[in-house]
């Protein structure tokens, strides 16, 4: 049984710098999420995809932030000219079906931005 | 702006005692509930799930679900030093989106 995988597990970067994490949902599992999580706070919603199709996207994400999920199957997550305020653990979630299913967590990316 | 409330704690527990954690949420006609720990350093994992009103239970858990007052709450049996943990309410707004609450940091004193 293969669970949701993320790759990276631990990035640092100097400031300015890009970066890209990968997520592999389960397989079978249509939708994925992204959320971003600090120390002391709850998830933060980013992102979700249905299939490829990107549906919502966070006031969170910026600009400088980017998500794909060209073939409805991994997605990666890129943040352009890193800044300090982006040091977080980012996490992918997948779920089965078109909403309100349960969902599952990767090991999640912690990002440091030096 | 919908949202998802839990007390931050942190809340102690003495080991073998009942843990009860509590949450509410701000969308009436929200319809999925879930419950995930989390250890320090650590990723979300899933632990119940509810979706209709009244109790459900698994194993020393039992999540309990009142949607007349937006309101979901976990209960822990024979509390373990292995609970301890952060607990994070989970309501899907819409059906589209997994909103999280910021978390309740439990502590189960041995």
């Known amino acids: 049984d293969t669970g949701v995988s993320q790759d990276p597990r631990h990035k640092i970067t100097k400031r300015g710098q890009n970066v890209t994490f990968r997520c592999d949902p389960i397989?079978?599992?249509?939708?994925l999420y992204w959320y971003r999580q600090t120390l002391g706070q709850g998830p933060e919603f980013l992102t979700y995809?249905?299939?490829?199709?990107?549906?919502?996207k966070s006031r969170l994400l910026s600009d400088r932030f980017s998500a794909e999920r060209p073939k409805g199957s991994f997605s990666t997550l890129e943040i352009q000219r890193t800044e300090q305020g982006d040091s977080a653990m980012y996490l992918c979630?997948?779920?089965?079906?078109?909403?309100?299913?349960?969902?599952?967590f990767g090991q999640g990316t912690r990002l440091t931005v030096v | 702006q919908k949202e998802v409330e839990q007390n931050s704690g942190p809340l102690s527990v003495p080991e073998g005692a009942i843990a009860s954690l509590n949450c509410t949420y701000s969308?009436?006609?929200?319809?999925?509930f879930f419950w995930y720990r989390q250890y320090s350093g650590k990723s979300p994992e899933l632990i119940m799930s509810?979706?209709?009103?009244g109790d459900k239970e698994d194993g020393r858990f039992t999540a309990q679900l009142n949607k007349a007052s937006q309101y979901v709450s976990l209960l822990i049996r024979d509390s373990q030093p292995s609970d301890s943990a952060t607990y994070l309410c989970a309501v899907y707004f819409g059906n589209e989106k997994l909103t999280f609450g910021t978390g309740t940091r439990l502590t189960i004193i041995p």
């Open positions: 979630a997948s779920s089965q079906g078109g909403g309100a299913r349960e969902a599952f």
């Open positions: 995809f249905q299939n490829e199709a990107q549906l919502e």
């Open positions: 969308d009436r006609v929200s319809q999925s």
């Open positions: 509810i979706y209709s009103n």
């Open positions: 397989s079978e599992h249509n939708r």
